[in-house]
């Protein structure tokens, strides 16, 4: 395992969950680490990726102003903080790195990828 993500759970819609991502330090600095997630019966979709230089983020629509990424460096950690949680966000949620100038939203450009962690937001 490369990385490890943890922080998943049960909560109630309007509830908040904060989701870590560990990148272990044998694969070295990636230039991005991304949150993708996956409902039931659903593709994997991109959700938030930093860079791991500089911390330019990016977000989609569905989560811009409820979701907040971050990173520690010295950790080697990359955060996802979920406010206002709903029954649709519930999803398997996935870390994954990325280690070339490929587009962060798709999967395919991400070279390591963590085991997932459920969030389950009952309503």
Same mark, same amino acid.
């Given at each position: 395992v490369q990385l490890q993500a943890s922080g998943g759970g049960l909560v109630q819609a309007g509830d908040s969950l904060s989701l870590s991502c560990i990148v272990l330090r044998n694969i070295g600095s990636?230039?991005?680490v991304g949150w993708f997630r996956q409902g039931p019966g659903k593709d994997r979709e991109f959700i938030s990726? *930093?860079?791991w230089n500089g911390g330019r983020v990016y977000? *989609?629509?569905s989560v811009k102003g409820?979701?907040?990424i971050s990173r520690d460096n010295a950790k080697n950690t990359v955060y996802l903080r979920m406010n206002n949680l709903t029954p649709e966000d519930t999803a398997v949620y996935y870390c994954a790195a990325k280690y070339n100038s490929r587009n962060y939203y798709s999967t395919t450009a991400y070279n390591y990828w963590g085991q997932g962690t459920q969030v389950t937001v009952s309503s």
């Open positions: 990636p230039k991005a990726v *930093i860079s977000y *989609i629509d409820r979701f907040t």
